[in-house]
């Protein structure tokens, strides 16, 4: 089995989960951090449950780590995906969902951040599926529908 042309290499994963792995030990080690390394940090201090797993490096980095049947590294990443969107401010509806979750609707952040997350991957593996890029029109779109929802 091969893997798609867009899909991942260990390589690549490896590299990906080691920016995790070395924010969150800055961050342990009082070291300053930029910009993407605070976002890193925001996901992964709203996940206490993910704490335990950033122990051990070489299992953090290596394996494919699932926590309550969820994907473990895909959850982090969608997250720190929603988090640069917010931090660019685009797409224009994701900040409008913000903004009426937490004002209108009564979520916490993070809540409103999920529901955004679960719509991303959902759209994330419809792409996957059929082996091309992710369709940012129909994220804007479940974007809307949330917010009229």
């Known amino acids: 089995m091969h893997d798609h042309p867009s899909s991942p290499n260990r390589a ?16 342990l080690r009082g070291e300053p951090l930029d910009a993407l390394q605070v976002r890193i940090v925001r996901v992964i201090r709203a996940h206490p449950e993910y704490h335990a797993m950033f122990d051990d490096e070489a299992r953090f ?14 959850h982090l990443s969608l997250h720190l995906a929603i988090e640069e969107q917010l931090a660019l401010r685009q797409p224009a509806e994701l900040v409008q969902w913000m903004d009426v979750a937490l004002t209108q609707r009564g ?6 951040i999920h529901a955004a997350l679960e719509m991303l991957g959902h759209i994330m593996d419809q792409a996957r599926q059929r082996g091309g890029e992710p369709d940012g ?6 974007l809307r529908r949330l917010i009229q929802s």
């Open 61 to 74: 980095v290596d394996r494919d780590i699932t926590y309550e049947g969820t994907n473990f590294y895909v």
């Open 12 to 27: 690549q994963l490896r590299a990906h989960r080691k920016i995790f792995w070395d924010a969150w030990q800055r961050e």
């Open 137 to 142: 029109m129909a994220y804007v779109q479940g």
């Open 107 to 112: 979520m916490t952040r993070h809540e409103a």
